[in-house]
């Protein structure tokens, strides 16, 4: 039930407006002041307020300013008995929903307090859904118990809340993009835009317009002005992915907005203010990159205020049974499968694989065998070929021509087709039952 307070000196009206409010099912807290009406906010959850203007110990106007920012999902409607356009003014812009005169405006109440209650409940939602956002993109997705990868999660979390430049290393698909979007939502920008791009996916030219942005027949097609994401970044946070891939002429632009927060468009002669911070990332050496003349020094040295290093997945090997049961249960419910678990075989090549996508490839390869199951266990027989192939023992491939090997995978992918079934299986491999059971014991096969 939805419950309104009303805050009010006068027990006459208050009665009365308590009456008619319960009457259309809303539960009822009643306060006779300012005082009262704060320690009822404390202990119940109130979706309306009520609140009289002239009360012995406040004021109300004065009094929305004091509990919105600690109360934003309660609405607050003001009553007063002589209603005045500078209360009404003030009231509103610290956050009252409305502002009624007592008495005269009583058939207005209910569907007042039912539109301040619709309002309420959409800021409540708003309110779950920018805290399940930030779940979902916070520190709490980077999934991950070895030591390598909790120490780069401490590392970024002693970062975010500063205003510092942060440079994420490591090979491709380690989520460097991730932990970008973690710091910027532990951040003081979190809720302000958050901006990616990755540099390699450009050449030169179009790259500068997608960054910077330019100016209306600033070459030809550029028909109108076009914000760069730079500038869409603005009080957030920009990421830019593979900055070892930008070419050095651009470079020294990026270098003046670290410098002085200011840019120039394409085709533009005036520059730009913006207030932006700036995640970089590389799967290159880039000091190496700086001794060939392939990348500034000086742009470096401004990228480099705070490095955080993540480690590929083949030196997490611990957190590959986590990282790919998340994958699983995300992929089933995306495909509304029943997949409860993995095979122990099937757990121990996703151990031994060396994973130079890192979780990317895994990710994709869980897809991949969600979507390729037959059985509510993912099996062998879902993976890649590259995989099925790799021993178990060794953490090696077979080779492709061992003729057993094939042998062995091959009745094995039947057994499952058949769920165990030696007879079918015996029929579908067109050889003897006694054969099958040889066969089946020299392989080692379930």
Not at 121 to 130: D, G, S
Not at 156 to 178: S, Y
Request: charged residues 25%; proline residues 3%.
């Amino acid at each position: 039930m939805k419950t309104v307070l009303i805050i009010d000196d006068e027990e006459k009206l208050r009665g009365l407006l308590a009456r008619i409010i319960k009457a259309e099912g809303f539960d009822v807290v009643e306060a006779a002041n300012l005082k009262d009406g704060q320690k009822q906010l404390a202990q119940k959850p109130i979706d309306v307020v009520l609140c009289d203007v002239k009360l012995p110990d406040g004021n109300g106007v004065e009094f929305i300013a004091t509990i919105k920012p600690k109360y934003p999902c309660i609405e607050v409607i003001l009553l007063t008995a002589y209603g005045n356009i500078a209360d009404g003014v003030q009231a509103m812009r610290n956050g009252a929903f409305d502002y009624i005169t007592k008495g005269d405006d009583n058939h207005k109440i209910i569907p007042l307090v039912n539109r301040a209650l619709e309002k309420a409940n959409l800021q409540k939602r708003v309110e779950q859904l920018e805290e399940q956002v930030g779940k979902r993109y916070g520190f709490e997705s980077i999934l991950g118990e070895a030591t390598m990868i909790q120490d780069a999660i401490n590392l970024a979390k002693r970062v975010a809340p500063t205003e510092a430049t942060v440079l994420l290393l490591g090979e491709t698909g380690t989520g460097k993009e991730v932990f970008a979007q973690a710091i910027h939502n532990g951040s003081k920008r979190a809720g302000k835009p958050f901006m990616a791009l990755n540099c390699s996916a450009f050449g030169k030219e179009l790259l500068e317009s997608e960054i910077f942005g330019h100016k209306a027949g600033a070459f030809t097609g550029a028909l109108k002005d076009k914000k760069g994401l730079i500038e869409e970044a603005s009080t957030g946070t920009l990421f830019l992915d593979e900055i070892g891939e930008m070419h050095i002429d651009l470079q020294s632009k990026l270098l003046r907005v670290l410098e002085t927060s200011e840019f120039i468009k394409v085709g533009d002669t005036k520059p730009t203010k913006v207030s932006v911070r700036i995640v970089a990332a590389t799967n290159r050496d880039l000091q190496q990159e700086v001794k060939e003349g392939k990348f500034r020094e000086d742009l470096f040295y401004r990228l480099n205020v705070f490095t955080i290093s993540l480690p590929a997945l083949r030196d997490r090997r611990k957190d590959i049974p986590l990282l790919a049961q998340h994958f699983v249960n995300m992929f089933a419910q995306k495909t509304n499968q029943r997949i409860d678990g993995m095979s122990e075989e099937f757990k121990q090549r996703l151990q031994q694989h060396d994973w130079k996508g890192n979780i990317r490839e895994l990710k994709n390869v869980i897809e991949r065998a969600v979507i390729l199951a037959n059985s509510p266990q993912l099996s062998v027989d879902s993976l890649p070929f590259d995989m099925q192939y790799q021993t178990p023992q060794q953490g090696k491939l077979l080779s492709a021509f061992d003729l057993a090997s094939v042998e062995k995978l091959h009745i094995q992918r039947v057994l499952n087709h058949t769920k165990g079934n030696k007879t079918e299986t015996a029929k579908l491999l067109n050889i003897g039952l006694t054969t099958l059971y040889r066969k089946i014991e020299e392989y080692g096969l379930g």
